[in-house]
C-alpha cells in the first residue's frame, strides 16, 4: 500500500521533453519553426483585416475564412511557442491545467476547422449550383447559426476527451516525449486502462472528420457537374477559379492531418522523433499555407491586400514626416 501511494499521483507539471533523440538539433529545428509561425500568424492576421475593413468582402463566402484564419491562428498559437520555449529556454515545464488547456484546444481546433471546411463547400454549392436563391438561404442569421453549430459540435466531441484525462490517476513518470501535449500522449502516462481514451479519442473524431470528408466530396461532385452544363467555357472556368483555392486548403488540411493521424495509430515502426517532427509541422505549415492560397488565388483577396497596402502608402506619402 505505501508503495502504490508513493508511485500514484496527479502531477502539478508535466515534462515536455520536445523532440526526444534531437535535442542536439532543437536549436537549428527551431529556426524554421518560428519562420514559419510567424508567417502563418502575420499571413492570417492581414487576411482577417482585410475582410473585415474591405466592404466587398462581407460575404458568408469571407466570413467562412476568416473564421478558418482565427482557427489556424489558435492552432498553431496554442502548441508553437511552447515549442520555442523548449527549444530556445528549455522551459521543459507546463502546468497540468495548462497541458489540459492545449489538448483541449489543438484537437478542438482539428475538429473545428474540418467543420468549417465544410461550411464553406457548402457555401459554394448554394453560390453554383442555386446562385438565384444564394441570398436568401445563405442570410447572415444562418449563418450564425452555422456558426453556433460549429462551435457546439466541436466542443461537444471534444470535451468528453478532457473529462476522460482528468480522469485518470498517473503513476511512476510525469515526462511526455513530445513538444506539446496531445491527448493519447498525456493518456499512456496513466496508470489506469485507457481503452476508453484511446477508442474515444481516435474514433469519434475521425469519424465526424470523416463524415465532413464525405459531405465535402457530396458537395463539390454537384458542384462539378453543375460547371460542367454551363454552356459558356468562360462561365465553366469562372466557376472553377472560385472553387480552385478551396479545394487547395482542402487537401492541404485533410491529406497531413489523416497521414499523421494514421501512422501515429498504427505506424510502430516509424520512429517517435518523426511522428514529432511531422505533428509540430501539421500545426504551422497549413495554417501558414492558407492565407497564401487564398491571396494568390482569389482576386477579390488581392485586390483588398493591394487597396490596403496603397492606402497605407498614400497616406505615408502625404504625411508631413513622409
Known amino acids: ?107 478542438m481546433m482539428f475538429v473545428g476547422e474540418s467543420a468549417i471546411l465544410l461550411a464553406m463547400a457548402f457555401d459554394r454549392f448554394v453560390a453554383i449550383c442555386a446562385p438565384l436563391h444564394y441570398t436568401t438561404m445563405l442570410t447572415w442569421r444562418v449563418v450564425g447559426r452555422i456558426v453556433l453549430a460549429i462551435v457546439t459540435r466541436s466542443f461537444c466531441i471534444i470535451f468528453p476527451v478532457i473529462f476522460l484525462l482528468k480522469q485518470l490517476p498517473f503513476c511512476r513518470t510525469n515526462i511526455v516525449p513530445h513538444s506539446y501535449c496531445e491527448h493519447i500522449g498525456v493518456a499512456r502516462l496513466a496508470c489506469a486502462d485507457i481503452t476508453i481514451n484511446i477508442w474515444y479519442g481516435f474514433s469519434v473524431p475521425i469519424v465526424m472528420v470523416t463524415l465532413d470528408v464525405i459531405l465535402i466530396a457530396v458537395s463539390y461532385s454537384l458542384i462539378l457537374r453543375a460547371v460542367f452544363r454551363l454552356p459558356s467555357q468562360d462561365a465553366r472556368h469562372k466557376a472553377l477559379g472560385t472553387c480552385g483555392s478551396h479545394l487547395c486548403v482542402i487537401l492541404m488540411f485533410y491529406v497531413p492531418s489523416f497521414f499523421t493521424l494514421l501512422t501515429h495509430r498504427f505506424g510502430r515502426n516509424i520512429p517517435r522523433h518523426v511522428h514529432i517532427l511531422l505533428a509540430n509541422l501539421y500545426v504551422v505549415v497549413p495554417p501558414m499555407l492558407n492565407p497564401i492560397v487564398y491571396g494568390v488565388k482569389t482576386k477579390q483577396i488581392r485586390e483588398g491586400v493591394a487597396h490596403r497596402f496603397f492606402d497605407i502608402k498614400t497616406w505615408c506619402c502625404a504625411s508631413p514626416l513622409g
Open 1 to 107: 500500500m505505501t508503495h502504490t501511494n508513493l508511485t500514484i499521483f496527479h502531477p502539478a507539471v508535466f515534462v515536455l521533453l520536445g523532440i526526444p533523440g534531437w535535442e542536439a538539433y532543437h536549436i537549428w529545428l527551431s529556426i524554421p519553426l518560428c519562420l514559419l509561425y510567424i508567417t502563418a500568424v502575420l499571413g492570417n492576421t492581414i487576411l482577417i483585416v482585410v475582410i473585415i475593413t474591405e466592404h466587398n468582402l462581407h460575404e458568408p463566402m469571407y466570413f467562412f475564412l476568416s473564421m478558418l484564419a482565427i482557427t489556424d491562428i489558435l492552432l498553431s498559437t496554442t502548441t508553437v511557442p511552447k515549442a520555442l520555449a523548449i527549444f530556445w529556454l528549455h522551459a521543459h515545464d507546463i502546468a497540468f491545467d495548462a497541458c489540459v488547456t492545449q489538448v483541449f484546444f489543438v484537437h
